[in-house]
């Protein structure tokens, strides 16, 4: 079993930045791989990918519409991954979920919510204009 665990949310205003963390646990995190990602849900909207990576940490992948403004990272040192989140927009307020699936190599971009095996409880983003 796995247990993830998200920190880092918060109120700021347009054009500033946040680092969302997400802590994982569990005796078996280590014995296998697991590849990562973040999923934002806004109210009355379906939960969508925003960032996945891989379980080495070299493969990462972005929505289009946080392409070149946030980052994903993981330290498998400390059992973390993290969403470096820059210019932020109104259009960013999410309550923010990190996600863990069984590592698959180089099928590693996986972006179904469906796919995904264990979720953290989310975290509120929300940007004001």
């Known amino acids: 079993q796995v247990q993830l665990a998200e920190s880092g949310g918060g109120f700021v205003q347009a054009g500033d930045s946040l680092r969302l963390s997400c802590a994982a646990s569990?005796?078996?995190?280590?014995?296998?791989?697991?590849?990562m990602a973040w999923f934002r849900q806004a109210p009355g909207a379906e939960r969508e990918v925003v960032a996945v990576?891989?379980?080495?940490?070299?493969?990462?992948s972005y929505a289009d519409s946080v392409k070149g403004r946030f980052t994903i990272s993981r330290d498998n040192t400390k059992n973390t991954a993290f969403l470096q989140m820059n210019s932020l927009k109104p259009e960013d307020t999410a309550v923010y979920y990190c996600?863990?699936?069984?590592?698959?190599?180089?099928?590693?971009?996986?972006?179904?919510?469906?796919?995904?095996?264990?979720w953290g409880q989310g975290t509120q983003v929300t940007v004001s204009s």
């Open positions: 990576i891989s379980w080495s940490g070299g493969g990462t």
């Open positions: 569990g005796r078996t995190f280590n014995r296998y791989g697991y590849g």
């Open positions: 996600a863990a699936t069984f590592d698959r190599s180089k099928a590693w971009d996986v972006r179904d919510s469906r796919e995904y095996v264990y």
